[in-house]
């Protein structure tokens, strides 16, 4: 849980996008990060369009209802953002991000926000699915999986992996990230993001995926992941893929 006097990495991040859901408190932090590490708004804003190029590929193969784990603030391009006609269910695990997505999201008939935690699918809310994400387990949905990886084990995180695989529809959709080896060279910077984080060599990621196939890119740094022109000139510290269940 983040104490609303303490800083958020979802309100941090929304200030490295642009966006105006953040508090002084999140600004300190980013600053503070930035002298440790360096770019982190080009590199978060590489993250953010790399969301958005999966979720048009999802919606380009005719899903339209996603399910959003670890979202942080639901703006700056966020899903239901990217894709205007497609419903959406927003989840993250602090109740303090829940609040505020909540409050963003008031009115909307195509986009909720709910508590959720992504290693225990059976905490979402049985109705908040049935109003956002009516398909999921019975038709294809897309899954959003960004920013998580790097805060569970190896074995958690494939033992999530595969739970989501068994619950989603054949036909679905998982648009998740990795976090590579950039901060081993930052040592400030890493002691910032905690015990619980975890880098990964490259060659690591596509083992995790276990039975999401991903798409002919594979795991790649998410610059590269279908650029529009030529790929964002930043640091590789993310890698993703898009990744689909077949038919079992």
């Known amino acids: 849980m983040v104490e609303p006097d303490l800083p958020s990495t979802a309100r941090m991040i929304d200030h490295w996008l642009g966006g105006r859901d953040h508090r002084p408190v999140d600004v300190a932090a980013a600053t503070a990060f930035e002298a440790a590490y360096g770019p982190c708004a080009a590199i978060f804003r590489s993250l953010r369009a790399f969301l958005g190029r999966t979720v048009r590929a999802v919606a380009a193969a005719g899903v339209d209802e996603f399910l959003v ?4 603030v639901p703006t700056c391009g966020n899903v239901h953002e990217v894709a205007p006609g497609a419903s959406v269910l927003y989840t993250d695990a602090d109740p303090e991000t829940v609040r505020l997505g909540q409050r963003l999201l008031a009115g909307s008939d195509r986009a909720g926000y709910g508590h959720g935690d992504a290693t225990d699918i059976g905490t979402l809310d049985p109705a908040q699915l049935r109003r956002f994400v009516p398909g999921w387990g019975s038709g294809p ?4 999986f960004l920013g998580l990886a790097a805060f569970l084990d190896d074995d958690t995180l494939a033992r ?27 040592p400030e910077a890493l002691a910032m993001m905690g015990p619980a ?14 039975r999401w196939r ?5 795991v790649v740094p998410v610059a590269r992941w279908r650029p529009v022109g030529e790929p964002e000139p930043v640091p590789d510290a993310f890698h993703g893929a898009l990744a689909w269940r077949p038919a079992d």
């Open 69 to 72: 784990f670890g979202a942080g």
């Open 141 to 144: 949905v897309g899954v959003v």
């Open 160 to 186: 999530t992996l595969d739970e989501l695989y068994q619950a989603a529809a054949p036909g679905s959709w998982l648009a998740i990230d990795f976090d590579g080896t950039e901060l081993a060279a930052y």
């Open 197 to 210: 984080f975890r880098m990964r060599e490259p060659e690591r990621f596509p083992p995790l995926l276990g």
């Open 214 to 218: 991903p798409t002919a890119e594979g």
